[in-house]
């Protein structure tokens, strides 16, 4: 239930709000702050589906509206997956289309009386999405990119993941365990047996994924369980309290959620 005593509902993926809870909810707050997912639709091995970064995307918001008085978004569903092309399957925009329907939506949402964004981002290949943050705020917009590697860090610790951020990049212990938690009856059988490392890819963005693994995994899904699952979920929301003070309370604190440092607000070591 939000805070302002109307949920955020969701039917799967997509917010099930009518205009008048979206009415009502924001007459219960001072200031409004949309949460939109994005995810991929990107190969992750032979267990997992092509949707799991925007299905991950969609559980973080879910976790976040459960908590806090926001408004719910509907996922972006594809976005910069480029370097998963050898992969069937998988589909991209380019990061200049991604950049501006992200602009767009700000945009309208802005003209709607909603003036804050919060962009949940499943996907590390969209680093573009740091530079819309970076560009928003520059203009005196407020936008944010969760999460941040820091609170996946605190996350993994939380739930006693066993694998590094850096060694945990793709359809690894963290994505296997948040879909058997969410979504248990996507995931197939085989990621028992199907962990494979590849620490050093320094030439991922010019190589590609598949000069790295062949089965299109990198991490150790075998470590994988619901629990955990429902543990990094917790973390994050809990995560999140900061973001939404920062977009509702509009505070200028450098390296913050809605100003990213340099090399920070990438939302994931995720692929």
């Not at 978004?73 to 480029?82: K, Q």
Request: aromatic content about 4%.
């Amino acid at each position: 239930m939000s805070g302002s005593g109307v949920p955020a509902a969701a039917h799967g993926v997509l917010p099930a709000d009518t205009t008048e809870d979206v009415r009502t909810r924001g007459a219960g707050v001072s200031s409004q702050v949309a949460v939109l997912p994005v995810g991929s639709f990107e190969q992750h091995g032979p267990f997992l589906p092509l949707a799991t970064d925007t299905l991950i995307a969609c559980a973080v918001a879910r976790e976040i509206a459960a908590a806090y008085p926001v408004h719910l978004l509907p996922p972006l569903t594809v976005s910069c997956s480029h370097e998963h092309a050898a992969w069937p399957g998988t589909v991209s925009i380019s990061a200049v289309t991604l950049h501006a329907v992200v602009r767009d939506i700000a945009a309208s949402l802005r003209r709607s009386g909603v003036g804050a964004l919060a962009v949940v981002n499943g996907h590390g290949g969209n680093y573009v999405l740091g530079n819309v943050v970076q560009e928003s705020s520059a203009r005196g917009e407020r936008m944010a990119l969760f999460p941040a590697a820091e609170d996946w860090e605190t996350a993994r610790e939380r739930a006693r993941v066993r694998t590094s951020l850096l060694t945990d990049m793709h359809a690894g212990e963290i994505e296997t365990s948040i879909l058997l938690h969410a979504h248990p009856e996507l995931v197939r059988p085989g990621y028992q047996s199907a962990d494979f490392t590849a620490d050093d890819r320094r030439h991922l963005l010019t190589a590609g994924m598949s000069a790295y693994t062949e089965s299109g995994v990198i991490g150790r899904p075998s470590l994988g369980s619901a629990e955990k699952g429902r543990k990094l979920l917790t973390s994050l929301g809990e995560s999140f309290a900061a973001y939404f003070t920062l977009l509702t309370s509009g505070a200028d604190t450098a390296g913050g959620a809605g100003n990213p440092a340099p090399g920070e607000g990438s939302s994931d070591v995720r692929g």
